[in-house]
């Protein structure tokens, strides 16, 4: 969850949510997933097929970059790599674990890969290292993950 977008489409998406659900607009935070083009745009591509319902950047990444935890019922823009707007996600659950009691029903709600806890703990594994780099923390074995389970409430609509 990196990169906050700047692109039209993340205004343009808020709008007609807001309009179709009769609220007051508002322009809603936007990100995208992981910390590369592929795997972002595939993570995307699997929120936007109902696969991929939850992700886990670490405690300590929110704590490196003085960023408020997520919140049941926080409304998010899911964008590309680019910053295009996508989606808009609404969280249902927020439960921070150690890394290594993540559960297999939970890596399975991650929808990434075969869909197995073993491929869940080589690919975050990987990822909180690059996530991490530039911050006074290490990966350990125990360390905090921010477990956000979500749902998708509005896509956008076909161009």
């Not at 950047?57 to 790599?81: H, I, K, M, Q, R």
Request: contains cysteine; aromatic residues 14%; proline residues 5%.
């Amino acid at each position: 969850m990196v990169k906050p977008s700047q692109d039209p489409s993340v205004a343009l998406i808020c709008q007609r949510y807001f309009s179709e659900h009769n609220l007051p607009n508002k322009y809603l935070a936007s990100w995208h997933f992981c910390d590369n083009e592929q795997d972002a745009n595939t993570c995307l591509a699997l929120v936007l097929a109902g696969t991929k319902k939850a992700t886990s950047p670490s405690l300590w990444w929110y704590e490196a970059n003085n960023e408020a935890l997520p919140e049941e019922g926080d409304l998010n823009v899911v964008t590309n790599f680019q910053g295009q707007a996508f989606c808009i996600i609404k969280t249902t659950k927020v439960t921070i674990m150690p890394f290594n009691q993540i559960s297999e029903a939970y890596a399975y709600k991650e929808g990434e890969g075969d869909k197995s806890l073993a491929y869940w703990k080589r690919v975050h594994w990987a990822y909180y290292h690059r996530e991490l780099a530039d911050t006074d923390f290490v990966p350990e074995c125990d360390m905090p993950i921010v477990c956000e389970e979500f749902e998708v409430v509005f896509v956008k609509e076909a161009s």
